[in-house]
Every structure is written in structure tokens, then in C-alpha cells.
């Protein structure tokens, strides 16, 4: 009678291998934004009504994006967990969960805006990016280029947004403009 072959060990779950140590969280906020951290919980009714905006701030203190880091660091100031604040961050595409660009274009891809030339003012913000497509850092790290959804602007399309200020009627040249000031 033949012995029975040994059995091969379990294989370890998949998700196991793939998963990340947990970030360490930064400590939020540092203090030269824990007075606004302050005066903006105090407008809302609750820590986590305030979520998006302290998020905002944060992003502008770091360079513009919201590492895994400062994600848990805002989730443990807010009282949320960290995967309530990731489901925020990658809702909303004014948040960016990679180093962006220096500076921020952000075209509107909505149909007024498109009917009114923003697939132009789109490609013109690429190329002066040197950026292969819309939310790809351009080549030398100056601008970040968006797709975005109506900007609340259609009555004056095609609407930009530079570094966050709303322009409207954009024509190409404006455009060119706009983002040669940048520096
Ligand atoms: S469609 Fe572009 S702002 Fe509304």
C-alpha cells in the first residue's frame, strides 16, 4: 500500500501578499494650519461635515497633493477611518493622490464647454504642459492638466480654471496667455 504524499502547504491568501503596511500618519494638523482647522470645524455641525474642506487645506500645505500619510493624519484629526477619507479623495477630482504640478489647469469637458472649443483649449493645455494626457504631470513637473466636469460656468463657456481661478470665454490665446504667466 502506497503512503500518502504530504500535503502541500496552504498558499498564503492573495490579499495578504498584495497588501500595504499602513502608512504612519503625519501629525495633523502642524501648526500653521491649526488655527483655520480650528475656525472651520467650529462652522459645521460635525468633525466630519468639515471633512472636505480641512482636505483642501491640506493639500494646499502639502505641495498640492494628499499623500497616504496625510490622509491617515486627516482621518485620525476628523475621527473617520482612513478608507472613508481615500473614498472622498478619489471622488472628487480636485484632490490629488499623486505630486502634481506646480500649477493647475483645469478644463471643463461638459457639453457646453466642448461645443464651444474646450477639446482645442484642452490639447493646447497639453501641449504647453509637454503632458501626454490630462491628469499626467507634464514633463518638467510645471503644470497638472484636468478633464472636468461642469465648472457652473456654461452661460460664459468655454470655462478654465488656473491655480484655481475661474476664467470664462477662454479663447486659445487666452489661454496660452494665461498659462505663459505662470511661472
Ligand atoms: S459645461 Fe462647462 S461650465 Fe458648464
Known amino acids: 500500500m502506497s503512503a500518502t504524499p504530504p500535503r502541500a502547504p496552504a498558499a498564503a491568501p492573495k490579499d495578504v501578499e498584495a497588501r500595504q503596511p499602513a502608512p504612519t500618519p503625519v501629525a495633523f494638523p502642524p501648526a500653521a494650519l491649526k488655527d483655520e482647522c480650528e475656525a472651520i470645524l467650529s462652522r459645521y455641525p460635525t468633525r466630519q461635515a468639515a471633512l472636505i474642506p480641512i482636505l483642501l487645506l491640506a493639500q494646499g500645505h502639502y505641495d498640492n497633493w494628499v499623500s497616504p500619510e496625510v490622509e491617515a493624519g486627516v482621518a485620525e484629526y476628523i475621527g ?3 478608507s472613508h477619507v481615500r473614498g472622498v479623495l478619489s471622488f472628487y ?17 461638459t457639453l457646453t464647454c466642448w461645443l464651444r472649443g474646450a477639446a482645442k483649449l484642452r490639447d493646447t493645455a497639453l501641449e504647453k504642459a509637454q503632458a501626454e494626457r490630462a491628469g499626467v504631470v507634464g514633463e518638467d513637473g510645471k503644470f497638472l492638466v484636468k478633464n472636468m466636469e461642469c465648472l457652473g460656468l456654461c452661460e460664459v463657456a468655454p470655462a478654465v480654471f488656473v491655480d484655481g481661478v475661474a476664467h470664462t470665454n477662454v479663447t486659445n490665446e487666452k489661454l496660452v496667455e494665461l498659462m505663459d504667466a505662470c511661472e
Open 80 to 82: 473617520v477611518s482612513d
Open 93 to 109: 477630482s480636485m484632490f490629488n493622490l499623486k505630486p502634481a504640478g506646480k500649477h493647475e489647469v483645469w478644463v471643463c469637458r
